[in-house]
């Protein structure tokens, strides 16, 4: 079992940033690939940003990319999301996940699942 609690969250407004983390316990963090993923009110969960295990790769969805930064310190184990130049689109409860996965934007390759934390972007 992995157990993930992200933080960091909150209420700003268009054009300033927010840093996200995610603390993990249990197995070996440095196992795992890790993602965020974020869901926005009426809206599916979306893949944000993945890190693999060694954080050698990064993937992010194309609207975040020269704003967001994935990154993580295993020797703490904790995962963080650097968000730049918020926009109200990125308005959502994120949450970071852990998978046995080279660095999948699919969900479903994730087998553990923080609580999420809320970002609202107000314009």
């Known amino acids: 079992q992995v157990q993930l609690v992200e933080s960091g969250g909150g209420l700003v407004q268009a054009g300033a940033s927010l840093r996200l983390s995610c603390a993990a316990s249990g197995r070996t963090f440095n196992n795992y690939a890790m993602g965020w993923f974020r869901q926005a009110p009426g809206k599916d969960r979306e893949f944000v940003a993945v890190?693999?295990?060694?954080?050698?790769?990064?993937y992010y969805r194309d609207s975040v990319k020269g704003r967001f930064t994935i990154s993580r310190d295993n020797a703490k184990n904790m995962m963080y999301l650097l968000m730049n130049s918020l926009k109200p689109e990125d308005t959502a409860v994120y949450y970071c996940?852990?998978?046995?996965?080279?660095?999948?934007?699919?969900?479903?390759?994730?087998?553990?699942w923080g609580q999420g934390t809320q970002v609202t972007v107000s314009s």
């Open positions: 890190i693999s295990w060694n954080g050698d790769i990064t």
């Open positions: 996940a852990a998978g046995r996965t080279i660095a999948s934007m699919q969900s479903i390759a994730y087998d553990y």
